[in-house]
C-alpha cells in the first residue's frame, strides 16, 4: 500500500519518482527527473534540483537546497537549512551546468544544522558533521568532523556515539557493536 502525501502547496514536476510512503510538506520544489525512495520525509520549503538522487528513509529537514549532482543513499539525515553546492567556480554570467561536480552522501550520513557541503566530495557511511560546518574534503566512513573548514575531530558509530578506541578497538555504548580502526579506517567488527 502507498500512503505517500505530497502537500497542496509543494510542487512535484514532471518525471519524478516518488517512493511509497514519503511525505513532501509545504511549500518544497522537485524538480523533474528526481528520484526519492521509500519512508522519505522532506521538510519543509525544500527545493530538490534536477536529477537528484535520494535513497530510502532519508530526512531533509527543513530549507534545504539539495542541488543537482547530489546523491544520497539510505538512512540519510539531512539537518535544517543545509545547503549543497554543484559548481567549484560559479559566475551568473556564464552557464556551468556541464562542469557540474557529484557529491556522494554514503549510507546513514547525517548532516548537521547549516552545514555548507562543497561538491565533488564524498561523505561515508554513518559519518556525523557538526552543524554550521563547512566541509570541503571527503569525510571517511564513521568520521566525525567539524568547523570551518571542517577537520576530522574523531569517530562515530552506526548508533551516533562518540567511539574512544584503546589499542585499535571500540565499543558503541549504546548497542555494544565493536569496532577496529586500522591505517584511520574505521570498520565494525562482525
Not at 41 to 48: E, P, R
Not at 147 to 153: Q, T
Not at 166 to 184: H, L, Q, S, V, W
Request: net charge positive; aromatic share 8%.
Amino acid at each position: 500500500m502507498d500512503n505517500k502525501l505530497i502537500h497542496p502547496t509543494a510542487i512535484v514536476d514532471g518525471g519524478s519518482i516518488i517512493g511509497r510512503n514519503t511525505r513532501i510538506w509545504h511549500f518544497s520544489h522537485i524538480m523533474s527527473e528526481c528520484v526519492i525512495g521509500d519512508d522519505c520525509i522532506i521538510g519543509q520549503n525544500v527545493f530538490v534540483g534536477q536529477g537528484v538522487k535520494l535513497g530510502d528513509r532519508i530526512k531533509v529537514q527543513n530549507n534545504v537546497s539539495v542541488y543537482a549532482g547530489v546523491t544520497c543513499k539510505n538512512d540519510v539525515f539531512i539537518g535544517p537549512s543545509v545547503v549543497f553546492t554543484n559548481v567549484m567556480n560559479p559566475r551568473s554570467f556564464i552557464n556551468r551546468k556541464e562542469e557540474f561536480k557529484p557529491t556522494i552522501i554514503e549510507k546513514g550520513a547525517s548532516l548537521g544544522a547549516n552545514a555548507t557541503i562543497i561538491c565533488g566530495i564524498t561523505i561515508g557511511q554513518y559519518a556525523l558533521i557538526g552543524a554550521g560546518s563547512v566541509v570541503t574534503a571527503n569525510v571517511p566512513d564513521y568520521g566525525l568532523v567539524y568547523g570551518n573548514p571542517a577537520k576530522l575531530k574523531g569517530w562515530i558509530s552506526k548508533n551516533g556515539h562518540k567511539l574512544n578506541f584503546e589499542d585499535d578497538y571500540a565499543t558503541c555504548p549504546e548497542t555494544g557493536e565493536k569496532y577496529r580502526i586500522i591505517n584511520g579506517i574505521v570498520k565494525p567488527v562482525l
